[in-house]
């Protein structure tokens, strides 16, 4: 099955500095990566997709890139505020799968100092 | 995602207890999940319902049970067979299971604590 592999699992970045974040997975048939987002104590929250047919995505300051070849993902955020602060979820589905559920990186943790 | 309700959000339980916990949406979506959050461990697909009266185990699912009889109810029952519950529990919903109706949004959650 689909493995998610999440780096780093903990970032810390000056504010206005930018942030990356970088998922692999296993399954080479995964089409369709969204990150979420996760405040402290608050529910996880859609923040950009990819699907497996564009390379890149982006949305103001944050962006999606995807690599097919080497089975990576990443997350980039650009001029990051101290309301960035928060896990971030990588996740992965398959639809051509059986089940096609997401699979979900670990999370890291992003602190943005002011 | 204001649409999808969970209760209660704090829950206690005493050793050997069943608990249900509550999740409910009315947004039309066809699917709805169960995960369980721990720290460090991301989200951990428990149960999932792709339709009314259906419903199929995920990756951890020894311990605990569903019902789907209603489109808008997935109810999670905690029972005693799961060793170690204490957990943040995330119910979600989607639109259905095809491309592009797929975004999952999540429930505000319920924390699980055994005494």
């Known amino acids: 099955g689909e493995n998610v592999e999440q780096h780093p699992s903990t970032l810390s970045v000056q504010e206005g500095d930018s942030a990356v974040i970088k998922c692999t997975y296993s399954?080479?048939?995964?089409?369709?990566f969204p990150w979420y987002k996760q405040e402290l104590g608050k529910r996880p929250q859609l923040i950009i997709d990819?699907?497996?047919?564009?390379g890149e995505k982006k949305d103001q300051r944050i962006a999606v890139t995807l690599n097919k070849t080497a089975k990576h993902f990443s997350l980039h955020i650009t001029e990051t505020q101290p309301e960035d602060s928060a896990v971030y979820f990588c996740?992965?589905?398959?639809?051509?799968?059986?089940?096609?559920?997401?699979?979900f990186g670990k999370g890291t943790k992003l602190s943005v100092k002011p | 995602d204001g649409g999808i309700t969970q209760s209660p959000k704090y829950l206690f339980r005493k050793e050997g207890q069943n608990v249900t916990l509550s999740c409910e949406q009315n947004?039309?979506?066809?699917?709805m999940y169960w995960y369980r959050q721990d720290p460090g461990q991301g989200l951990r697909l428990i149960y999932y319902?792709?339709?009314?009266?259906d419903f199929q185990k995920g990756d951890i699912a020894e311990g605990y049970s569903v019902s789907r009889e209603k489109k808008e109810s997935f109810p999670l029952t905690v029972t005693s067979a799961q060793k170690n519950p204490t957990a943040f529990y995330l119910c979600?919903?989607?639109?259905?299971w095809g491309q592009g109706k797929d975004t999952q949004y999540f429930g505000p959650g319920t924390r699980l604590t055994v005494l």
């Open positions: 996740a992965a589905k398959n639809y051509g799968g059986s089940q096609g559920n997401l699979i």
């Open positions: 399954d080479s048939a995964s089409n369709y």
């Open positions: 990819i699907r497996s047919n564009v």
């Open positions: 947004l039309n979506h066809d699917a």
């Open positions: 319902s792709q339709i009314v009266n």
């Open positions: 979600a919903s989607q639109l259905d």
